[in-house]
């Protein structure tokens, strides 16, 4: 499969283009940004080309990753798919849900497969434990954290605009979700969704498993206070989401694995663009009902 890079950010840099680089089944066909110098950078140092026009690219391509603020991918992501490229997309998917369903409704229309990049979902501990889970009944509650420090300390992020802007709801909620939602099914309601210090945000969910669960996301915390946290209590007891060694290369590597076989079979895998948007509704009703208060 030939493949572009859309972005040329410090997650391009680490994570997508190594590992389209280094995937046995793809060819990394070139790389576009917003900024050409650095399009011409990051190319250069995977031997693949630089592209002005992203269209060209689009027309050169059978699919493309995309790392690049969530505002900027949804418009993009449809213009890909528009040109029948399959879609590797970041989280979160779109920023509003009119964006999200853009993004749905053309990748329908088009054929093409997509794979959103929940990290979690493409850990092989961490999915071999959401699996299980989510094969287990009878769960009564979960509590999730998920603490960064992104603008303290030497994070690659901490200059990211869109984080400062939008903050640990649209960036780390995504990645708590990903990991609730297929244990203890879809939100049927956001019950409750409070401020914290700094960025930080509690949320109180309502899953149609008849469990509720407890979410607290920030990106301010103390360094010493960050890590990521999920605990599943119910009749089969107290349950940990497990740490992984692996690495953001693996997951990712696997997340192309997945997009060759959803565009290979024709079967949408778990972390499609659907279930991003559907993502996206649930942190855009907590977004409403916190009113503005965070980020």
Avoid: N
């Avoid at 979700?177 to 945000?201: E, I, N, Q």
């Avoid at 949320?203 to 605990?231: F, I, K, Y």
Wanted: net charge negative.
């Amino acid at each position: 499969m030939r493949i572009g890079l859309l972005g040329t950010g410090p997650w391009a840099r680490m994570a997508h283009a190594p590992a389209l680089a280094a995937h046995d089944e793809l060819d990394f066909v070139g790389v576009w940004g917003r900024r050409p110098d650095a399009a011409k950078e990051l190319a250069g140092l995977h031997d693949t080309r630089a592209y002005d026009d992203v269209d060209a690219l689009l027309a050169d391509v059978d699919a493309v990753a995309v790392a690049l603020p969530p505002v900027v991918q949804a418009e993009l992501a449809v213009r890909a798919a528009r040109a029948g490229c399959h879609l590797l997309l970041d989280k979160p998917l779109a920023i509003t849900v009119d964006e999200g369903r853009a993004v749905v409704e053309a990748a329908q229309e088009a054929g093409v497969a997509s794979v959103v990049f929940f990290t979690s979902r493409f850990l092989t501990e961490t999915e071999a434990w959401i699996t299980e889970q989510a094969s287990t009944e009878g769960w009564f509650t979960a509590r999730a954290q998920w603490l960064g420090s992104v603008f303290s300390g030497d994070s690659p992020f901490a200059d990211s605009p869109w984080r400062r802007e939008k903050g640990a709801l649209w960036d780390v909620g995504p990645h708590a979700l990903s990991v609730l939602l297929p244990v203890l099914g879809d939100v049927r309601r956001v019950a409750a969704a409070a401020p914290g210090p700094g960025d930080t945000v509690h949320l109180v969910l309502d899953h149609a498993g008849g469990a509720s669960s407890t979410l607290t996301l920030s990106l301010t915390a103390p360094p010493a206070a960050a890590g990521a946290a999920v605990e599943l209590r119910g009749e089969a007891g107290v349950t940990l989401l497990p740490e992984s060694s692996e690495g953001v290369l693996p997951a990712l590597t696997r997340a192309a694995d997945a997009l060759l076989g959803a565009a290979r079979t024709g079967r949408p895998h778990p972390c499609d663009a659907a279930f991003a948007l559907r993502v996206t509704e649930v942190l855009a009703t907590a977004e409403g009902m916190l009113g503005g208060e965070t980020g």
